[in-house]
């Protein structure tokens, strides 16, 4: 069995696919801001103390995001 990934779990230049949300609340928020399940998101770059995250999403913008928040986007 595979350990459930998140977006806040992705290394530098690694990309997946949104496959769900763990946040009921957050997942509004993010899907107003376009993280669609079956989106691809790639991590594009890591403030120096670790956040916020700048994530790519579906290769047309990229997103500023809270570890917090991206903790919240299930990937496969």
């Known amino acids: 069995m595979l350990a459930v ?3 806040a779990d992705l290394k530098k230049g690694e990309s997946a696919v949104i496959k769900s ?3 009921r609340a957050m997942s509004l928020k993010l899907l107003e801001m ?3 399940p079956g989106c691809e998101v790639r991590l594009d770059a890591v403030a120096p103390f670790g956040d916020p995250i700048c994530v ?3 290769g047309c913008y990229c997103l500023s995001l809270r ?3 991206a ?3 299930v990937v496969e």
């Open 71 to 73: 903790a919240s986007i």
């Open 34 to 36: 376009g993280c669609l």
């Open 21 to 23: 949300f763990s946040d």
């Open 56 to 58: 790519r999403v579906g």
């Open 5 to 7: 990934r998140n977006v």
């Open 67 to 69: 570890r917090n928040e």
